[in-house]
C-alpha cells in the first residue's frame, strides 16, 4: 500500500507520471497511523521520507515502530538530517532524533558521513546509491520531453537566440521561520535577487525560469521588484527534465535538482553567500556543480558559461546498482521479520 502527499501527488499528474493506485494525504491529515488502519493494511516494512517542515510523516515512523514495523527512511541528500528526524517545533519537549527510523539509507559515503556528523548513529545508516540516477538519462531522452520543451518554447515565445537561465528555488526561508539551526543564513528571495540584478547586466537575451518546490509557496515571488526589466516565467508543477533540457545555465543554492542538471550535462552553480569554508554541499565538494560565494564571481562564470555553452561531463561517485541494493535490502528485511514473528 502506497501513501501519497498530496503536493506531491498533483505535482506527478501534472507531467503525466502514473503510479496505480495509491492512497493521498495532505497536511490536514490529523494522523498516518489512522490512515493505515483504516484500510485495514499494517504494514511488515515501512519506507517512509522524513520532511523536515512538518512532522506528520515523522510521527508515522514513531508509531509504526511502536508496533514492531522495520521503518526506513531514504534519503536522497547529503544535509538535514537532524531536522529530518527531530520534533519540528522546539519547545515541545520532544527529544531530537526521537522520531529516527530503524534504518536510513543513504546515496553515497559522504552523505554517510555528513549523518554521523549530524548525530545519525552509524550502525543505522546503510549506503545504497540513488536508484534515481541508474534510469534518469533514459527518462531524459524520452520522446515526450523532447515534444515539451518545443510547446513550452512556442508558448513562452523564446527565440532561438534566448539564453536560458533556470533558477532551481528551495523553501529556505521556512527554516527561518521555524527557527531552525539547519538555515542558512541566506534565503532563496535573496539569491534570486542577486541572480536577478546579475543577469540584467548581461547585453544577451536572456529568459530566467524559476522552478519551485513542490512545497513552496508561489506567492513568494510574484511581483518581486527585482524581476522587473526581466523576461522570465515561475513554475511550479513544471517537468523537472524539461526544465533541465531548456536551460542553458541553472543556477540554484543546494538542491538535488542541480546535481540532476549537472549528470545530464548542464553547466550548473550553486550560489551561497557564504565562507567557502563552511559549504558542505556535496555538488560543490565534488566538484559537480561550480560554486560561487560573491556575487562578482557570479558574473564572472555566468559570463564564461554563455560564451561557451559546451556540456560537462561529471561522476556521481556514488555505488553502482543501487535499485538493486535496495531491492535485496528490503527482501532481507522482510525475511528477517518473518522469522521474528
Not at 490536514?28 to 485495514?40: G, I, M, P, S, V
Not at 536508484?131 to 534518469?136: G, I, K, S
Request: net charge negative; hydrophobic share 40%; charged share 20%.
Amino acid at each position: 500500500m502506497c501513501l501519497m502527499e498530496k503536493e506531491l501527488d498533483q505535482s506527478l499528474k501534472a507531467v503525466g507520471e502514473d503510479f496505480g493506485d495509491y492512497v493521498v494525504y495532505s497536511e490536514q491529515t490529523k494522523n498516518l497511523y489512522a490512515l493505515l488502519k483504516e484500510y485495514d493494511f499494517i504494514p511488515q516494512i515501512a519506507l517512509i521520507p522524513s520532511i523536515i517542515t512538518r512532522d506528520l510523516e515523522k510521527v508515522l515512523i514513531h508509531e509504526l515502530k511502536e508496533v514492531n514495523v522495520t521503518v526506513i527512511t531514504p534519503s536522497d541528500t547529503w544535509d538535514y538530517f537532524r531536522s529530518r528526524f527531530s520534533p519540528l517545533n522546539k519547545e515541545s519537549g520532544i527529544a531530537d532524533f526521537f522520531y529516527l527510523p530503524d534504518y536510513v539509507f543513504v546515496v553515497n559515503a559522504y552523505a554517510k558521513e555528513r549523518a554521523i556528523c549530524e548525530g545519525v548513529p552509524e550502525e543505522k545508516i546503510i549506503v545504497t546509491g540513488n536508484p534515481h540516477f541508474e534510469y534518469l538519462g533514459m527518462a531524459y531522452q524520452q520522446n515526450k520531453i523532447n515534444q515539451n520543451v518545443k510547446q513550452l518554447k512556442q508558448e513562452w515565445k523564446i527565440k532561438p537566440d534566448h539564453n536560458i537561465i533556470i533558477f532551481a528555488s528551495e523553501g529556505l526561508s521556512q527554516l527561518l521561520l521555524q527557527n531552525s539551526h539547519e538555515y542558512p543564513g541566506y534565503n532563496e528571495v535573496e539569491v534570486l535577487k542577486v541572480v536577478s540584478e546579475t543577469l540584467k547586466k548581461f547585453s544577451n537575451p536572456i529568459f530566467l525560469l524559476i522552478t519551485i518546490h513542490p512545497y513552496e509557496d508561489p506567492t513568494t515571488f510574484l511581483q518581486q521588484p527585482f524581476l522587473k526589466n526581466i523576461q522570465h516565467r515561475i513554475c511550479k508543477n513544471l517537468n523537472p527534465l524539461s526544465a533541465i533540457k531548456l536551460a542553458d545555465i541553472v543556477i540554484g543554492m543546494r538542491s538535488m535538482f542541480l546535481i540532476e542538471a549537472a549528470f545530464l550535462g548542464k553547466r550548473t552553480i550553486s550560489y551561497q553567500p557564504i565562507s567557502a569554508s563552511n559549504d558542505q554541499y556535496f555538488g560543490n565538494v565534488s566538484g559537480i556543480t561550480n560554486p560561487c560565494y560573491e556575487p562578482d564571481v557570479l558574473e564572472n562564470k555566468i559570463a564564461q558559461f554563455l560564451e561557451n555553452q559546451g556540456k560537462q561531463v561529471i561522476s556521481l561517485m556514488q555505488p553502482q546498482n543501487a535499485t538493486q541494493n535496495v531491492i535485496e535490502l528490503l527482501d532481507r528485511f522482510s525475511t528477517s521479520h518473518s522469522q521474528n514473528l
